[in-house]
């Protein structure tokens, strides 16, 4: 059986397997995927290779009481055998007092993410995009290591009750990081897309370049208080702090940086500068993601930050049962409403401050006011007079996205970014200028 399914051959095999069921009710998930990667370090490839997955999640309840099973073998017998699993599990279960039944059928819109020029990516266009990477490190007579990798896949399920959900999708992720040949300097860059062609790996290893060469010689500065410009991959880490924690449930427990005292929210509060709007919409096409979430309900186009004020959070239903409003669900991606200044605009009309490419390290402090702390890295720079005056050592910063979206000052133009902390989630984010960030101390680190 292939990989990659047809929304028509996934709901034969979802049919077959709900065949199975003699619980109460049942949900069945199904998942499939080809993942490729190359790698490359000291200018030369270092690993390539490829994966691929298919797994079918069978949900049996009866009544309260639930239980799962997994399998990755899809012939009948496997498929049988899980669902039979599934329903021994439910039986032996604790009920479950959150558990309050499936969904019938929904409408959801019509988001396309899968792109046939990335699902029919080759090993040998793999290794071009990165020789066009390492060539340019060569000819300047610098160090890159890089990483590509190319994903498709899809998910459907199907239940009991009538709902059938297929969602098919690609996307490509791309980052180089250049060393100066004495080790002093460092750059990096990223480029994620959904649509191969759109892959441009030489000119992210420019932009990794530029950084690299200009953060020699960095001096040091004292730490404190200072207006910043952050590329859109900076601010994206930050921010995707502030994206995971528009649930409603931990707000109202008092376990968020929405609590307030009595059980209250900050929903429908301004709570930072009007001009932030943070939305999500999976029918957007440069960032197009799943129309419907893990349980099987429809996404939409919503802002959760408009003109910052809360507009929404997240239920899961069975919270939205309890408080008796709409089960809203968390989005399938995240984005951000920017302006039109370019990079260099918003360097223009700086005095003094500082530019930065890049943090990594990013460890939550306070989840209640969402203070976390980090490092900058791979080409940190001083602003004077609307100009890069010389690099600088790398800073420890002390800062709450919150608090950052209240000391804005201009916004940039929004790009399609690569989270570096490690989920290389997509995010659309604008470059911006913020005041009085905190940096507390200096890093030695290039």
Known sequence: MAIILTE?????????????????????????????????ALNKVTTCGSKTYKTVSVQSAFGKKVGVSTVDEFDDASLEKAVRRSEEVAQLAPENPEYIGLLGPQQYLPASGFFDS????????????????????????????????????????????????????????????????NGTGSGYATQGVSEFPKLNTASATQIALQKALGSVGARAIEPGKYTVILEPLAAAVLLEHLFRSLDARSADEGRSFLSKPGGKTKLGEKIMDERVTIYSDPTNPELPSSPWSADGRAQEKLNWIEKGVVKNLSYSRYWAQKKGVKAVPAPTNFMMVGGTASLDELIKSTQRGILVTKFWYIRSVDPQSLLVTGLTRDGTFYIENGKIKHPIKNFRFNESPV?????????????????????????????????EFT??????AV
Do not use: H
């Open 439 to 444: 940096f507390t101390s200096l890093s030695d």
């Open 8 to 40: 028509a051959d996934a709901k034969t095999l979802l049919q077959k397997v709900l065949s199975y069921s003699k619980a109460d009710e049942c949900e069945v998930n199904l998942q499939g995927e080809e993942w490729s990667n190359i790698r490359y």
């Open 118 to 181: 990335t699902a029919n990516m080759s090993a040998v266009d793999r290794a071009k995009a990165v020789a066009q990477s390492i060539q340019i490190a060569k000819t300047q007579k610098q160090t890159v290591a890089g990483y590509l990798e190319d994903r498709v896949g899809y998910s459907a399920m199907m239940n009991s009750k009538g709902l059938f959900a297929y969602y098919p999708s690609t996307k490509v992720n791309f980052s180089a990081t250049i060393r100066t040949d």
């Open 403 to 435: 608090i950052m979206l209240n000391n804005l000052e201009t916004l940039g133009k929004v790009e399609r970014v690569v989270s570096s902390e490690g989920s290389f989630s997509n995010y659309l984010i604008p470059s911006m200028k913020i005041r």
